[in-house]
């Protein structure tokens, strides 16, 4: 985050990286960035020691997936930045009477595909983060050192509660993919963002199992060609609910999925 905030040529505050921090810079002013991104949405600045009515121009970084994004100055009523994604946008701000002023970012992320890839594969991603299929894992420890580390082995069960060998269901060409996934915040941030047992939002969806991919020396094959054809007798399961978790969070994982049609019951 050492460059995350810095001045222009022009006198303008600049932000190209979020995450929480504070900065103060050659000027005096002091600007603060509260948000827990990229676990969170918003982002909020707050400029301190500026002069009082004098105006100040910030420029903020739109991600390039956030096309719904809105922004509120010293919260009034946001209005629309997303045709500014993946450019800086430039804000200006006035110094009120303690020479302070704010800015809110909404990102306002929703979920989207990426791909095709290998066999016509897709992706889930909801903002900047990726999400993956959640694999059962079975820690082994293989051997223990001196310095108190350990090496593991990380399987899994050999009858997971949910299978692996899924396809998403869903329709890659739809541009509200809200109707196939569901995002849900399931508790605070916890001290290890990235943690595989306390994890703070997720993605549900619905898949079916394709019975004909399997694996090779304990590898799985390559995807399945997409969409997957279900039509044949046996050829795929019934529909079933898969959770997505942030890719930081697994050690096992699946993350370029193939996909079935919903119309194929």
């Given at each position: 985050m050492q460059h995350a905030i810095h001045t222009t040529a022009a006198g303008a505050i600049a932000i190209s990286l979020y995450g929480p921090v504070v900065a103060t810079l050659p000027s005096g002013v002091t600007v603060t960035v509260n948000t827990d991104y990229p676990f969170d949405d918003n982002i909020l600045v707050a400029l301190a020691g500026l002069q009082v009515g004098a105006t100040q121009t910030l420029l903020l970084r739109i991600p390039s997936w956030a096309t719904t994004a809105t922004l509120s100055i010293g919260g009034g009523a946001p209005f629309p930045v997303g045709d500014a994604a993946n450019t800086m946008f430039a804000v200006n701000v006035t110094g009120d009477a303690s020479g302070a002023a704010t800015v809110t970012?909404?990102?306002?992320?929703?979920?989207?595909?990426?791909?095709?890839?290998?066999?016509?594969?897709?992706?889930?991603?909801?903002?900047?983060?990726?999400?993956?299929?959640?694999?059962?894992?079975?820690?082994?420890?293989?051997?223990?050192?001196?310095?108190?580390?350990?090496?593991?082995?990380?399987?899994?069960?050999?009858?997971?509660?949910?299978?692996?060998?899924?396809?998403?269901?869903?329709?890659?060409?739809?541009?509200?993919?809200?109707?196939?996934?569901?995002?849900?915040?399931?508790?605070?941030?916890?001290?290890?963002p990235f943690s595989s047992y306390d994890i703070p939002m997720t993605i549900t969806a619905t898949a079916r199992q394709v019975n004909s991919w399997g694996t090779t020396m304990g590898q799985p094959n390559a995807p399945p060609t997409s969409p997957v054809d279900c039509s044949a007798a046996g050829a795929c399961g019934s529909e079933i609910t898969v959770t997505l978790i942030p890719f930081g969070s697994t050690h096992l994982r699946l993350t370029e999925l193939p996909v079935v049609l919903p119309s194929q019951q």
């Open positions: 970012l909404f990102t306002n992320p929703v979920i989207r595909l990426s791909g095709p890839w290998f066999n016509g594969a897709y992706a889930v991603h909801r903002g900047p983060l990726l999400y993956t299929l959640q694999l059962q894992e079975v820690f082994a420890t293989t051997a223990v050192y001196s310095n108190v580390s350990s090496d593991y082995a990380i399987t899994m069960p050999p009858t997971p509660s949910t299978p692996w060998n899924i396809a998403l269901v869903t329709n890659v060409t739809d541009p509200d993919q809200s109707k196939y996934f569901t995002f849900s915040r399931t508790g605070p941030i916890p001290a290890v």
